[in-house]
């Protein structure tokens, strides 16, 4: 299974309960939604083996495929939408895309 996993801080002006409240109310269910999206999860990172983590959030979307997700969800109106006020909200972010091996 194919997945999307984007690593990112949250932007100075935006503090952690204001973000729960948007995911759980707008993000997660619109992120659910879209096509090709089969799941998607939220992380908060509370603590890295070895050191500290330079993320505090991990966002996994699993997908049908990455090719489904890039022409049937990214192009739509509302995927663009939530992008225009999520990006924003965070900092430092860095999107990964994989294959399910295990």
Same mark, same amino acid.
């Given at each position: 299974m194919a997945k999307r996993i984007i690593l990112y801080n949250l932007a100075d002006? *935006?503090? /952690? &309960?204001?973000?729960? &409240?948007? *995911?759980? !109310?707008?993000?997660?269910? %619109?992120? /659910? !939604? %879209?096509? !090709? *999206?089969k799941k998607y999860e939220l992380v908060k990172i509370t603590g890295a083996m070895g050191g500290e983590s330079p993320y505090k959030y991990c966002g996994i979307v699993h997908l049908t495929s990455l090719e489904d997700f890039e022409q049937k969800a990214a192009p739509t109106q509302a995927y663009q939408d939530f992008f225009k006020k999520f990006g924003p909200m965070v900092k430092d972010l860095l999107v990964l895309s994989g294959e399910e091996i295990y």
């Open positions: 002006h *935006v503090t /952690d &309960e204001a973000f729960k &409240e948007y *995911v759980t !109310s707008e993000k997660g269910p %619109l992120i /659910d !939604s %879209l096509p !090709s *999206v």
